[in-house]
């Protein structure tokens, strides 16, 4: 199982997405290359902070974290499951950076389901407008989510990420 986490940046410029050819993603990082992070959600929170600022020039100044979603992905003959810790903001500072090949973007948010290609971006997205902390679960059969092995569950408190 991989462990990885995503920023959902949402601010009066756009969505913080990540561009390659025509391609768009949210940031998201394994925290495996970062050989620490697994253990607590501050940990995956610092994480988080530090990649986006290194992938995008962003820092992110209100982070919270709204959810975790599961990913069953099957490509046969292989397949993966993936953890993703979903940290939220609105607020940031500094200026977009490209580093590597990925150009960070600011998408207006009415944009959104048109350029995300990935289904499990757009599932995620869609869960994200509801506003309350979530814990989910996806898994597709092609390009469609599979409704029978995906589901969500919706909370109304917060985390403290001591």
């Given at each position: 199982?991989?462990?990885?986490?995503?920023?959902?940046?949402?601010?009066?410029?756009?969505?913080?997405?990540?561009?390659?050819?025509?391609?768009?993603?949210?940031?998201?990082?394994?925290?495996?290359?970062?050989?620490?992070?697994?253990?607590?959600?501050?940990?995956?929170?610092?994480?988080?902070?530090?990649?986006?600022?290194?992938?995008?020039?962003?820092?992110?100044?209100?982070?919270?974290?709204?959810?975790?979603?599961?990913?069953?992905?099957?490509?046969?003959p292989f397949s993966r499951d993936v953890s993703y810790f979903i940290f939220s903001a609105t607020k940031y500072s500094g200026f977009l950076d490209k580093s590597g090949n990925l150009t960070p973007c600011f998408v207006d948010k009415s944009d959104l389901p048109r350029v995300l290609t990935s289904i499990y971006a757009k599932q995620i997205y869609e869960w994200l407008q509801d506003g309350r902390m979530f814990a989910g679960n996806l898994s597709a059969k092609g390009n469609e989510i599979d409704a029978h092995n995906s589901f969500v569950d919706f909370f109304n408190f917060s985390c403290n990420l001591e």
């Open positions: 199982m991989e462990n990885m986490t995503l920023t959902y940046l949402d601010t009066q410029k756009g969505v913080l997405l990540l561009k390659k050819e025509s391609q768009f993603i949210f940031p998201k990082f394994n925290l495996m290359s970062e050989g620490k992070g697994l253990k607590n959600f501050k940990g995956r929170l610092e994480t988080c902070i530090k990649n986006t600022k290194n992938q995008t020039g962003i820092i992110l100044l209100d982070p919270i974290f709204k959810g975790i979603v599961n990913i069953s992905e099957t490509y046969l």
